[in-house]
């Protein structure tokens, strides 16, 4: 178990990333980021992940999420959840920033994130894992209430 307080990126003014624990920290089993999304962001392509199930469990602000065909939208205590091979995506179409944990089982597709982080950039830093490199895109992100 670690207490530490992960790391932090900003991929974009106001937006924060925090690896809070990765496959170190869970025997690969799961790990979790924590992220905000400014109001308007688009979040991620529409995309599937055959390699790990992906859960989004709400802190702050309301966030949009499309599973498969449904788009939803939760407040704080809302949790959603894209087994793996589920089309999914995110967005903040609400009025304030939104705050939320990303989970990911098993652990793998969190190196995404600490890549973003990685100072110098090298050919081990740069290696992706075989989550990232099996997830597939399939449309554009969330962009306006449906």
Not at 11 to 22: M, Q, Y
Not at 37 to 49: A, I, N
Not at 64 to 69: A, E, F, R, W, Y
Not at 115 to 136: N, Y
Request: proline fraction near 9%.
């Amino acid at each position: 178990m670690t207490f530490d307080r992960g790391i932090v990126v900003r991929p974009a003014a106001g937006e924060t990333l925090r690896v809070l624990l990765d496959s170190s920290g869970s025997d690969s089993a799961l790990s979790v980021v924590e992220m905000t999304l400014e109001v308007g962001s688009g979040g991620p392509p529409l995309h599937l992940h055959p390699t790990h199930a992906e859960g989004f469990y709400v802190l702050a602000g309301d966030l949009t999420v499309q599973l498969g065909d449904e788009v939803l939208t939760g407040g704080p205590g809302t949790w959603a959840c894209a087994p793996k091979n589920t089309p999914h995506t995110l967005a903040n179409l609400g009025t304030e920033p939104v705050r939320l944990l990303c989970l990911f089982a098993p652990a793998g597709f969190e190196r995404r994130f600490q890549r973003m982080l990685a100072d110098p950039v090298t050919a081990e830093t740069l290696e992706r894992t075989e989550a990232e490199l099996q997830t597939r895109l399939l449309g554009p992100p969330l962009t306006a209430r449906p």
